[in-house]
């Protein structure tokens, strides 16, 4: 299965953007499905993540209160939307998903996660 992100953009500070990402078959069910991102010279890290089972969601402190993930079950799709956006949220943002949920301590472990869509670039304006 493949995961396909869209949605990045430029945007100045303060504003909001929407990221989509849909696995290219919807009957390959993704129990876990997340969102990283990379800035530039950094390494990857962790923004937020959701359980198809439970609807769970975890964030990263650095997002929370202005991130909101979601899911659409019948699309087998992850959706993120970023609020408040601050100059240090530009990166490169990452959906992944996972046939196995990972456990609670875990959904920030990328290795946890076996499909990876290609990235899309947000970029936040001071």
């Known amino acids: 299965v493949q995961l396909q992100a869209s949605g990045g953009g430029l945007v100045q500070a303060g504003g909001s953007l929407s990221l989509s990402c849909a696995a290219s078959?919807?009957?390959?069910?993704?129990?876990?499905m997340a969102w990283f991102r990379q800035a530039p010279g950094k390494e990857r890290e962790f923004v937020s993540a959701?359980?198809?089972?439970?609807?769970?969601?975890y964030y990263a402190d650095s997002v929370r209160g202005r991130f909101t993930i979601s899911r659409d079950n019948t699309k087998n799709a992850v959706y993120l939307s970023l609020n408040s956006l601050k100059p240090e949220d530009t990166a490169v943002y990452y959906c992944?998903?996972?046939?196995?949920?990972?456990?609670?301590?875990?959904?920030?472990?990328?290795?946890?996660?076996?499909?990876w869509g290609q990235g899309t670039l947000v970029t936040v304006s001071s």
């Open positions: 992944a998903g996972s046939p196995n949920a990972p456990i609670t301590s875990a959904v920030s472990d990328s290795q946890m996660y076996t499909y």
């Open positions: 078959d919807r009957t390959f069910k993704l129990n876990g």
């Open positions: 959701v359980r198809w089972n439970n609807n769970s969601k």
